[in-house]
């Protein structure tokens, strides 16, 4: 069995139902049901004995300690986090709370338990902290990528948050010898996103006719890996990583944010032509404070050691995604209730 923290989130639900229909081994699937987790993506598990979930949060201590003695995973792999930027510029707390603390619990525990095994179950034993590019700051149009030797320089709450979090995992294994395994990844899409995020976000509001909201002027370049790809290559780390090691996971797809918005809006004209043309809702509103320029992956180190490398191309992925959001307007309708409302004022009403 391993053990996923945050599994009813956006990559951690894509991650739990890949890891099922791929390798097929056991899953207990440890979730807070924060407004950004939700059951409805692991529906189609609801009959699978292969799928544990537990509702809890990973700052519960006594109760991770017990459902680490009682499950004895072979591994953990630790996607729970508060992961929104804006939402972490709103409101720094619970991403201190979660992301440093919730990581230094999760850590404690895996060590105690990790302490207590033998043998083979001891050697195998890991622990994969899934992070992101963003601990590595901004760079100009002209800089190289990000590796996995580029010196730290988070700018948000939120990346800072991550950063602790990733050197706590660096400490436990230089200082404990925990078995760890840290992966940095840049943005994903697909499936399953919590329409908060400039993709679901877009599609969600080009399809109720409402403004694209555009940040500053547009040009902030982001790199796109498709969900499914970033769960192949934690497979590959948790498979083949040299322990204590840091993996960078990118897709190869840097685009800057209205050349994204664009793409959606084009392929919504052929997917649903009504409203079309959609790039007529693109608005520009105030900007992100403290916005990061451009981040980009230097991957090299996954794919020569562990020979990965990102299957989807951008503008497949892109299309499989507004596809999908389409086929699950229930899906959508669900996920954005009062609260999301709530949200979108919060962010977006002082933008105008
Ligand atoms: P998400 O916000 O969609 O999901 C996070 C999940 O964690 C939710 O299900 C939530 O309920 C759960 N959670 C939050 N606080 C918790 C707590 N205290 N205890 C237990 N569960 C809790 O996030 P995501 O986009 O799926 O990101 C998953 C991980 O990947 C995060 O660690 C994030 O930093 C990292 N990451 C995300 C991206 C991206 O583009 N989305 C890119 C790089 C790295
Ligand atoms: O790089 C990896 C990170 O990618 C992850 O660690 C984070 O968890 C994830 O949220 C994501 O962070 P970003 O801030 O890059 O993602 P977001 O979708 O919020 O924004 C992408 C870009 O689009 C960014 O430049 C801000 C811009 N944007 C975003 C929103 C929500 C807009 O222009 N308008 C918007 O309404």
Redesign the pocket.
Known sequence: MILV??G?????SNFVLDWIKTVGTPVLN?????Y??NVANLASLKNDARHHFER????DRPAMAALLKTHHPRAIIH??????VDRSIHGPGAFVQ?NVV?TFNLLEEARAYWNDLTGDEKKNFRFLH????EVYGSLSPTDPAFSETTPYAPNSPYSAS?AASDHLVRAYHHTYGLPTLTTN????YGPL??PE?LIPLVIHNALQAKALPIYGDGKNIRDWLYVGDHCSGIRAVLEKGRLGETYNIGGNSEKNNLEVVKAICAILDTHHPQGAPHEKLITFVKDRPGHDQRYAIDARKISQELQWSPQEKFETGLAKTVTWYLDHSDWVKGVTSGAYRQWLDVNYDDRQ
Not at 30 to 34: G, M, S
Not at 79 to 84: D, K, L, P, R, T
């Open positions: 923290t945050g009813a989130g956006f990559i951690g440890i979730d807070a049901l924060t950004a987790g809890c949060d990973i700052l996607f729970a986090a508060e992961s929104h979660t919730g899934v992070s992101t590019d991550k990844c840049s943005n994903n996103q919590f995020k």
